[in-house]
């Protein structure tokens, strides 16, 4: 899970659910997605699978069973708790190192200083040492490791980054999220401007849809496309549109601005290919076309 992912979803809910899987690649997966969302202040908890290796393998063994495993879910940091114990016991001094190795640099993690306190005394209790030495320890791997008291959301990945890394798919952004407008902002597309194939193969399936649809549905529009654009979709769905998405005169302002600047960057490329082509030839009356070009395409980027 991904720091715009996690941006995103919790415009719409504070409840984050996540489903470890049982080989260690996923679980390390899970908790860095875990962490993210620990940042943005929403309440996180943990489901553990009665049975299969992951939630898909599960609910098709029994759906019940993943709906009493949903309900039954754990507060994150009470399932690191029971998780390191588990792992390793506490039985000696060496036991109980390794479970606060393991736990203490996610504890320090925590943004709610109450919460913090709450599971530094909790885990003092499971290993049976005093609540000062866990403290005093958390404190010290603290000041080893540089983490902050309190931890820092990553900074936001702008829309701007987007934009300027792939103006193409940018459009593709916009048009996700155009819902009504959906028709009204297509027709003021030119998809022969296009230079990303992945954009323009895209691009055709959105105008195939939009012959059967008035209104962009991303869930019905995903139905209707090849596999290989899926990931893509899906990515570009998840870009943090708040900045526009206000009213639909904004997003249809950035929409016009957004194919303009598209239009001015292939009026470019088209004129320096006629400069060239102008540049190696070698005189004669086949000039005529491409110099008449040079002017139609120069006044049109002098227009834009």
């Known amino acids: 899970m991904t720091q715009q992912q996690v941006e995103?979803?919790?415009?719409?809910?504070?409840?984050?659910?996540?489903?470890?899987?049982?080989?260690s690649a996923g679980r390390q997966a899970a908790k860095r997605g875990i962490e993210i969302a620990e940042a943005w202040d929403v309440n996180v908890r943990v489901v553990n699978l009665p049975v299969g290796k992951d939630a898909d393998e599960c609910i098709r063994t029994d759906p019940k069973l993943w709906k009493q495993a949903v309900k039954k879910a754990v507060p994150v940091y009470d399932f690191y708790l029971k998780s390191a114990v588990q792992n390793f016991g506490f039985e000696n001094g060496e036991a109980k190192k390794k479970v606060v190795e393991e736990v203490l640099p996610l504890l320090n993690k925590i943004t709610n200083e109450v919460v913090k306190a709450h599971y530094l005394k909790k885990l003092a209790e499971l290993i049976e040492v005093s609540e000062e030495s866990v403290m005093r320890e958390a404190k010290r791997k603290q000041d080893q490791s540089g983490f902050p008291t309190r931890a820092v959301k990553q900074e936001k990945e702008t829309i701007v980054k987007t934009k300027t890394g792939g103006l193409e798919e940018y459009l593709l952004i916009l048009i996700f999220h155009s819902g009504e407008d959906f028709r009204l902002m297509l027709k003021e597309a030119k998809p022969k401007m296009l230079t990303n194939p992945v954009v323009k193969k895209t691009f055709s399936y959105i105008e195939k849809y939009a012959k059967q649809n008035k209104k962009m549905v991303i869930a019905n529009f995903v139905k209707i496309l090849p596999e290989e654009l899926l990931e893509t979709t899906s990515r570009l769905y998840l870009e943090d549109l708040r900045d526009v998405e206000n009213s639909s005169q904004s997003l249809m302002e950035e929409w016009r601005k957004s194919w303009k600047k598209v239009e001015k960057l292939f009026l470019r490329d088209k004129l320096s290919k006629l400069r060239l082509k102008l540049a190696a030839s070698d005189g004669g009356s086949g000039l005529l076309l491409p110099e008449k070009q040079i002017v139609e395409i120069s006044k049109r980027l002098k227009n834009l």
């Open 8 to 23: 995103l979803l919790a415009r719409f809910t504070k409840n984050f659910y996540f489903c470890l899987d049982t080989d």
